[in-house]
Nanobody, 124 residues
Framework: QVQLVESGGGLVQAGGSLRLSCAAS????????MGWFRQAPGKEREFVAA????????RVADSVKGRFTISRDNAKNTLYLQMNSLKPEDTARYYC?????????????????WGQGTQVTVSS
């Protein structure tokens, strides 16, 4: 089982930026497709972004396209999510996750190891 620890969340004004990090341990990070998901109160967990093992393929949700960028540093076993032009509707708990698949899949059920999440709150 891979351990994932997110950091970098916080309170930011609308239009601001944050960079989330996810440190991985207990597995071979370079072998895993990784993803970011988020969950707002009263809503289901939703896909945000995913990245292939060597960063060749990235996918982001339509709701964050052009504002969020996913990246990874395999030498540091770390996944990132750069979030720019934040909106109040981006307020949620953000989770990183490891996929059980070798290809980039956007469905939540394709991911089997999850971090505890980091809270992002965007004020208007």
């Amino acid at each position: 089982q891979v351990q994932l620890v997110e950091s970098g969340g916080g309170l930011v004004q609308a239009g601001g930026s944050l960079r989330l990090s996810c440190a991985a341990s207990g597995g071979t990070f370079t072998n895993y497709v990784m993803g970011w998901f988020r969950q707002a109160p009263g809503k289901e967990r939703e896909f945000v972004a995913a990245i292939s093992t060597r960063s060749i393929i990235t996918r982001v949700a339509d709701s964050v396209k052009g504002r969020f960028t996913i990246s990874r540093d395999n030498a540091k076993n770390t996944l990132y999510l750069q979030m720019n032009s934040l909106k109040p509707e981006d307020t949620a708990r953000y989770y990183c996750a490891k996929s059980r698949s070798a290809i980039v899949i956007l469905r939540t059920d394709a991911y089997d190891d999850w971090g505890q999440g980091t809270q992002v709150t965007v004020s208007s």
